[in-house]
Structures are given as structure tokens and as C-alpha cells.
């Protein structure tokens, strides 16, 4: 069938809502993700993409997490639990093109409290089920070559490796990201669909809590 244009709505898991990105949710997010930590891998053009303040992180989010006719942005938030409700981090499903049916699915952080938690791969299942389901026959995901945390995490879905494009973006500081490019494809989904299912089934009913993560790092 057709790609289409998903509508924006709420995607609930067990572990995680997707909800869909709107100005009220900056502040919460600024104080989940804007740490040297979650930059230090490339995400945001890398350490110096760092905003050096709220107003900074500001600009930053709307540039990054503004919905448009081709990108549908989302806040990660907790479900159940005493941090229920708690925005953890963003990611977006852009650069749809229906005509070639194909979709990015990136722009991803969370807070380092949730690192190696459910959310990751329950936020995967998520938009990846909402893009396969729209009729997208493709999904890119990408990462900074030397982020290793980020490429191992794609790499655990299922996603085939195509391949390095070289000197593709600057960074704030000047120098030039390599970006290490992966995709799904419809016909690959089902596998990886059930890879993440099992993945989560592992981890039970036991919600995620932010309390519980710190104490553990």
C-alpha cells in the first residue's frame, strides 16, 4: 500500500508514551537530555553542540523538534511508576517521503538515567510499528561513525549496515562528521519486530524508575 503521513497522536507502550512534541515540553526535556554525557557521542554535532543554557537548549529543541509536513516529533515519557509522566528524552520519525516510502527515524537522546532500560527499544517498536503500519517500505537510522554507544544500539535492532557517507556535515566546532548509515526494510520488519518484543518480554512488568537507574550507574 501507499506510504501516508502518519497523524499525530500519542503511541502507548508499556514502558513508554510517545507523544507527540509541542513548545510546553522544552523545558522538561532540556532538563532530561542537556548533559555533556548525551552529547559526548555525537548526538547534537557532538560535545561542542552542547547549549551552554536553557535559552541555548531553547533554540536548540525547536530547530531540532518542530513538527513539519515531513517529521513527526515525539516527547518520551515514562508510564507507570512514581516517575510516571516524566519526559526522558525525544526522537522523531522526519524526511518522509511518501512517493519513495521511505523514513529517518533519529534525532533520538535520553536522559542517561534510562540508558540500557526498556525505553530504547520500546520507543523503537514504537515508531518503527507506526511507519511500517503507515505503508513505508524503508527506514533509515544513522549515527555519528565514532558514536559507538548509538551504532551498537542500531545495530541491536536488526538494521543492516550500508554503509559510511564521509565528510557529510559540520560540526559546531568546525570539523566534519562522518555519518555510518543503517536501514529496515518492510519486508525485514517482522524479524525485528519480534527481536525487540522478546527483548522487552525479558524485562518483565517492572516499570522503569529513574531512582532505580541512577542507583545502579
Request: charged letters at 35%; aromatic letters at 4%; proline letters at 6%.
Given at each position: 500500500m501507499p506510504a501516508r503521513r502518519p497523524a499525530p497522536a500519542p503511541l502507548v507502550g508499556r514502558f513508554v508514551t510517545l507523544e507527540p512534541m509541542t513548545e510546553a515540553d522544552v523545558p522538561?526535556?532540556?532538563?532530561?537530555?542537556?548533559?555533556?554525557?548525551?552529547?559526548?557521542?555525537?548526538y547534537g554535532g557532538g560535545p561542542s553542540g552542547l547549549p551552554a543554557d536553557e535559552a541555548a537548549f531553547a533554540v536548540f529543541a525547536r530547530a531540532s523538534y518542530t513538527p513539519e509536513p515531513d517529521a513527526l516529533?515525539?516527547?518520551?515519557?515514562?508510564?507507570?511508576?512514581?516517575?510516571?509522566?516524566?519526559?526522558?528524552?525525544?526522537?522523531?520519525?522526519?524526511?518522509?517521503d511518501l512517493d519513495n516510502e521511505s523514513a529517518h527515524l533519529g534525532w533520538t537522546a535520553y536522559d542517561p538515567r534510562v540508558w540500557g532500560s526498556a525505553v530504547n527499544p520500546e520507543t523503537k517498536l514504537l515508531i518503527l510499528g507506526l511507519a511500517f503500519d503507515h505503508g513505508f517500505g524503508r527506514v533509515?537510522?544513522?549515527?555519528?561513525?565514532?558514536?559507538?554507544?548509538?551504532?551498537?544500539?542500531?545495530e541491536r535492532l536488526g538494521a543492516r549496515f550500508e554503509g559510511v557517507l564521509r565528510r557529510v556535515?559540520?560540526?559546531?566546532?568546525?570539523?566534519?562528521?562522518?555519518t555510518a548509515v543503517y536501514s529496515i526494510l518492510a519486508d525485514e520488519w517482522p524479524a525485528v519486530?519480534?527481536?525487540?518484543?522478546?527483548r522487552l518480554a525479558e524485562r518483565g512488568d517492572r516499570v522503569v524508575q529513574l531512582a532505580d537507574r541512577a542507583a545502579a550507574d
Open positions: 522538561a526535556l532540556e532538563r532530561a537530555i542537556r548533559r555533556p554525557e548525551v552529547f559526548a557521542g555525537g516529533p515525539f516527547a518520551v515519557r515514562l508510564r507507570g511508576g512514581p516517575d510516571d509522566g516524566t519526559i526522558v528524552g525525544a526522537t522523531k520519525l522526519g524526511d518522509l533509515k537510522l544513522q549515527a555519528d561513525a565514532v558514536n559507538d554507544r548509538s551504532r551498537a544500539a542500531i556535515q559540520r560540526r559546531p566546532d568546525g570539523t566534519w562528521r562522518d519486530r519480534a527481536g525487540l518484543e522478546a
